[in-house]
């Protein structure tokens, strides 16, 4: 199974919606990429935007800019149905309300997520080459072990990463 793999807004990345964000990188291929911000909780509850959620206090989430009509939820126990996703051990995706009704009757944790971040074929490789973006594996624990308002700094740490020290512009070759 391939790595889990995060983006991380450089310091550098000032203003909009992407600044400090973390993204989990659900697809990257030559078609474009497509990716989960994991650090945007919103005021919405779930029961305020799903009649299947009817009641539930859990905190919706922006996902991204990118068809915020559209929910996506991350999750840690496959649900057997058809339409999830299994993005590493523990962790699953998916924008079926069928698996979603079957992720909210489990006793397990979960984020249901509006919208996504969407690149076009050749624009999130530009991004990285220009610094806009930091690639992070294996960050499991960022997703539900680690406070909403820490991710960034977090996967920052992960890599190594002293905000402070980073200097505009990415790497040329």
């Not at 126990?77 to 079926?96: D, F, I, V």
């Not at 624990?141 to 977090?154: G, M, N």
Request: hydrophobic share 45%; aromatic share 8%; charged share 20%.
């Amino acid at each position: 199974m391939v790595p889990l793999t995060f983006l991380v807004a450089s310091p550098h990345l000032n203003g909009g919606m992407f600044e400090r964000s973390v993204i989990l990188l659900l697809e990257h291929d030559h078609t474009g990429a497509m990716g989960l911000v994991i650090n945007a909780p919103t005021e919405l509850a779930i029961g305020e935007l799903l009649p299947l959620a009817q009641g539930r206090q859990e905190r919706a989430w922006v996902g991204g800019p990118v068809e915020p009509q559209v929910g996506w939820c991350i999750y840690e126990k496959p649900t057997g149905r058809a339409g999830e996703m299994r993005l590493g051990p523990n962790l699953y995706a998916t924008s079926s309300l069928d698996v979603l009704d079957g992720v909210l009757c489990d006793d397990c944790r979960f984020m249901l997520l509006l919208g996504y971040a969407g690149w076009q074929p050749g624009q999130l490789d530009a991004e990285l080459r220009n610094g806009t973006w930091l690639w992070v594996e294996d960050g499991a624990h960022l997703v539900f072990d680690t406070p909403a308002e820490d991710r960034w700094a977090e996967a920052m740490q992960l890599i190594g990463v002293k905000p402070d020290t980073i200097v505009p512009g990415g790497a040329q070759a």
